[in-house]
């Protein structure tokens, strides 16, 4: 049994090598198979793939063989454009040579033809001036013979009767053109002033020297007043301005003749009012913000009516001064409204005269600018006004308009002229203007008592605000004749020794009347 379990042991050894060989030679040869189909797969696919980028290259070198010849074939059309241009602009060249050859050859042609009929008519006038010429001098042989008298004489006679007559007619044309120039200036200066202040219909204001400040309650009033009077104390030490506390319910007047100080002391009082705490301390810390605020809001009126009325380039503090005059007035007048109605009335007024409209507003503006401190600085508003044009670099024009607005020195621009008419019908117009009813009276006192000063005055009355004064004369004393001197007299008078404005009609009146009774 040993035996036979080795030697089966063998057989299966045996035939386990025998299997095993065989398995490996058919895995071996399989893999050999599978290698080489693989190998020709790889082939087939770089076959493919080749032509596939062989393809792709001819493709590609036909879009650019196709692109470079779209491209040559463009610029030779371009090319072939450009040339086909030229050779055009070449043939309208020579178009145009030939049509200027031909111009030039007929007129040419015209001028020979010029030529020869001016050499024609030089010989035919050459020829009528010798027959006049002989003409004359046969004449004159005549008429020397039949009138004795030379050449010289004769022709001195006739000038001498010619320049006589001549001056008379030129004397009649010189008072007709006068007499007619006269009327149609007064005509149209009427319209142009008409015209003027149509257009600029500015509003007639009155300013007072007292302003209004409501309250809340009357218990207020203690409040402002404080403990011992400490708090308006305060506020009139800082403001310069008198705060008159009386009956009146619920009111407070604020008294002063400085406009921009009351404003600042009516705009501290207010805020005070709404703040509640008023004491010293808080007092002149709403004053001060007043100050500030009144500083801006006066540059800001400057800034505004510099830009309404178109003028630009101005120098700011010069502005500040302007935006000041809001707070000025001068006959109950405000002075800034003032001034920008004489700026528009003189803009209009040049315009109508071709002057420079711009720099006519900049002188009626700046006409009264010293006002805005003539209470603070020594000298007339019209020296302040002129000092000032000249610190800030303004032209010329506008400090001759400054100076010469009251007449002051003389007028050298047209637009100065303008300046002090524009301020003449500002002041003038009625209503414009107002004094108190003690220096009305005294005015209108002072220009009766000149007119009865004159010899043979019975009485005057002077009527329509002053405007005009009706002088009634003795008629036994004055004639009609004297009586047209006398108006002349108290004219003159007036304007010597009177101030006012506008213009003051005089009007002499000489009245005979002859009584009796039927008894």
Do not use: C, W
């Amino acid at each position: 049994m040993p035996v036979f379990n080795i030697i089966l042991a063998i057989i299966a050894i045996v035939v386990g090598y025998i299997i095993g060989y065989y398995a490996h030679k058919l895995i071996q040869e399989k893999n050999v198979r599978d290698a080489k189909d693989t190998a020709s797969g790889i082939l087939e696919n770089a076959k493919k793939q080749a032509a596939t980028e062989k393809r792709e290259a001819l493709l590609e070198a036909k879009d650019e063989s196709h692109r470079y010849r779209t491209q040559v074939e463009n610029e030779l059309k371009q090319r072939r454009a450009e040339a086909q241009k030229q050779e055009e602009r070449l043939l309208q060249r020579e178009e145009a040579l030939d049509h200027k050859d031909n111009a030039f050859e007929k007129r040419e042609d015209s001028l020979e033809r010029k030529e020869e009929k001016l050499s024609s008519e030089q010989k035919r006038i050459d020829e009528q001036q010798q027959e006049a010429s002989s003409l004359v001098t046969k004449r004159t042989e005549e008429l020397e013979r039949v009138a004795a008298m030379s050449q010289e004489d004769a022709q001195t006679l006739i000038l001498n009767e010619v320049r006589d007559g001549l001056a008379d007619e030129r004397a009649k044309m010189i008072r007709e053109s006068e007499e007619k120039a006269q009327v149609d200036a007064n005509k149209v200066a009427k319209d142009l002033i008409a015209q003027a202040i149509e257009r600029s219909a500015a509003d007639v204001a009155t300013e007072s020297t007292v302003t209004v400040v409501n309250l809340p309650s009357d218990d207020m009033k203690g409040r402002i007043i404080g403990r011992e009077g400490r708090n308006i104390r305060t506020l009139e030490t800082l403001t310069g301005i008198d705060l008159i506390i009386d009956d009146t319910p619920e009111a407070v007047v604020l008294s002063g003749f400085d406009p921009i100080r009351r404003e600042i002391a009516k705009m501290a009082l207010e805020r005070l009012i709404q703040d509640g705490r008023i004491h010293p301390a808080r007092i002149e810390e709403m004053v001060e913000k007043a100050r500030k605020d009144m500083d801006d809001k006066i540059r800001e009126v400057g800034e505004q009516t510099i830009f309404d009325l178109g003028i630009h380039s101005m120098n700011p503090e010069l502005i500040k001064l302007v935006g000041r005059l809001k707070f000025r007035t001068s006959y109950g007048q405000n002075v800034l409204d003032h001034s920008v109605e004489v700026a528009k009335l003189t803009g209009i007024l040049a315009a109508e005269l071709g002057e420079d409209v711009t720099l006519a507003k900049r002188a009626g503006l700046l006409h009264d600018i010293g006002k805005a401190v003539d209470h603070e600085v020594e000298g007339s508003h019209v020296a302040i006004g002129v000092e000032f044009a000249k610190k800030y670099k303004e032209s010329p024009v506008v400090i001759n308009a400054i100076a010469s607005h009251h007449g002051d020195v003389g007028a050298e621009y047209v637009t100065s002229v303008l300046v002090a008419a524009a301020d003449s019908i500002s002041a003038a117009r009625p209503g414009a203007r107002s004094d108190s009813l003690e220096n009305y009276i005294h005015r209108l006192e002072k220009l009766e008592n000149l007119a009865n000063s004159f010899k043979g005055v019975k009485k005057s009355y002077a009527i329509q605000a002053g405007r005009e004064i009706r002088v009634i004369v003795k008629p036994s004393k004055v004639s009609d004749l004297q009586a047209t001197t006398l108006t002349h007299d108290i004219r003159s008078a007036i304007e010597k020794q009177l101030e006012y404005s506008g213009k003051v009609k005089v009007t002499v009146i000489r009245e005979v009347r002859a009584v009796n009774y039927a008894k």
